[in-house]
């Protein structure tokens, strides 16, 4: 019988660590699985996807995947999770938001500021966000995540 306690493993390594999901399977018991269940090139299907463990050692393991599952924040955590990135977009990405970001955060210090700047600027209101933030980190934080979002929701900036 194969020693399947994986607590001393790594289970973080790809992007296993990017959320904590409450139901998570270890990557190391799912290898263990498709290694002795499945061929290089067949399709895996995972039915209960939760946060893609199957779907990412699928694709590290060289096999298809396909995954569902009823909860909108795993499929989401899931499509993040197992989602290829050229290393080249993720540069591009940086280099178009910082050149915004540095440009709205140096109008911002000028007389004239365009309401569009300042809706950009203007973070969300919660409890004590003034005593945890800045005033200027609490603009820069809020036009970073416009940026983002208008970045990588298809609506370019």
């Known amino acids: 019988m194969p020693d ?3 607590a001393a493993h790594n289970t973080l390594y ?3 660590g990017l959320h904590a999901y409450a139901a998570k399977c270890p990557p190391q018991l799912v290898n263990y699985g498709l290694h002795y269940y499945s061929k290089p090139g067949e399709i895996v299907l995972d039915p209960m996807t939760g946060s893609g463990t199957t779907l990412v050692e699928a694709k590290l393991m060289g ?3 396909v995954g569902y599952d009823i909860d909108p924040l795993a499929r989401l955590i899931a ?3 197992s989602s290829k990135l050229q290393d080249g977009w993720v540069e591009q990405a ?13 109008a911002l210090k000028s007389r004239k500021v365009s309401s569009a700047l300042r809706a950009r600027a203007t973070p969300p209101d919660f409890d004590n966000r003034n005593y945890w933030f800045d005033k ?4 820069a934080l809020a036009i970073l995540a ?11 900036v």
């Open 4 to 6: 399947l306690d994986f």
């Open 14 to 16: 790809a992007t296993h």
């Open 63 to 65: 096999r298809h995947a």
């Open 79 to 81: 499509q993040v999770k």
């Open 94 to 106: 940086y280099e178009t938001i910082y050149k915004k970001a540095t440009k709205d955060i140096a």
């Open 136 to 139: 200027q980190v609490s603009a």
């Open 146 to 156: 416009h940026l983002n979002f208008t970045r990588f929701s298809g609506h370019e």
